[in-house]
């Protein structure tokens, strides 16, 4: 059963770069077959997808963050990485982390979420 | 890349059928058979529901169903419990190998 934690500041300043980790347990960002995802839903908002890494280490984004985005795998701690350049308080939200699997293209796993605050 | 259109809220009485309609476009919906439906009770993390279109994981009722024609997909639960009343989102490939969710439908039982 593959378990999935986000970790990160609960409050980043404003154009400030928000960086999170989510660390992977009872699985492997580098198996074959599954991608990793960052979801986030800003206060009560819907969810937004915000970008992808397949355990290849491409990534992919959602066009209206990608100048702002990076997404990376860290195969040797079994966790991948998300950071967001010049953030506002816009990109407040809770941000989760979520694997799915090629051919479904359906998110299967998430985490719990971790609530983070842009605010000087 | 604009999100699925979805209805604001849905509502049954206990042991009814209720229907939430996800409306995209011909560049995602309308594109693959990979829609897929997620359940969020308040301060929870989503829940996989539906995968291509009408699967089910193992473990989900088979009360949740799914369906598609052209670039709208629909999400049924019949039988509706109170346990059911939480939001529900949709949400497809849509080319490029980006995702797109829908706005989201609170679902309430009366």
């Known amino acids: 059963q593959v378990q999935m934690q986000e970790s990160g500041p609960a409050v980043v300043k404003p154009s400030q770069t928000l960086s999170l980790t989510c660390a992977v347990s009872?699985?492997?960002?580098?198996?074959?077959?599954?991608?990793w995802s960052w979801i986030r839903q800003r206060p009560g908002r819907g969810l937004e997808w915000i970008g992808c890494?397949?355990?290849?280490?491409?990534?992919y984004y959602s066009p209206s963050l990608e100048s702002r985005l990076a997404i990376s795998l860290d195969t040797s701690e079994d966790h991948f990485s998300l950071r967001l350049t010049s953030v506002t308080a816009a990109d407040t939200a809770v941000y989760y982390c979520?694997?799915?699997?090629?051919?479904?293209?359906?998110?299967?796993?998430w985490g719990q979420g971790v609530l983070v605050a842009v605010s000087s | 890349q604009s999100a699925l259109t979805q209805p604001a809220s849905v509502s049954g009485s206990p042991g009814q059928s209720i229907t939430v309609s996800c409306t995209g476009t011909?560049?995602?919906?309308?594109?693959?058979?990979?829609v897929s439906w997620y359940q969020q009770s308040p301060g929870k993390a989503p829940k996989l529901l539906i995968y291509?279109?009408?699967k089910r994981p193992s473990g989900v009722s088979h009360r949740f169903s799914g369906s598609q024609s052209g670039s709208t997909a629909s999400l049924t639960i019949s039988g509706l419990q109170p346990e059911d009343e939480a939001d529900y989102y949709c949400?497809?490939?849509?080319?490029?190998?980006?995702?797109?969710f829908g706005t989201g439908t609170k679902v309430t039982v009366l």
């Open positions: 291509e279109v009408n």
């Open positions: 979520a694997r799915g699997a090629f051919g479904e293209f359906a998110h299967d796993s």
């Open positions: 009872g699985d492997s960002v580098s198996r074959g077959g599954y991608y």
């Open positions: 949400c497809s490939l849509a080319g490029g190998s980006t995702f797109v």
């Open positions: 011909s560049s995602d919906v309308g594109s693959y058979t990979l």
């Open positions: 890494v397949y355990y290849t280490g491409a990534s």
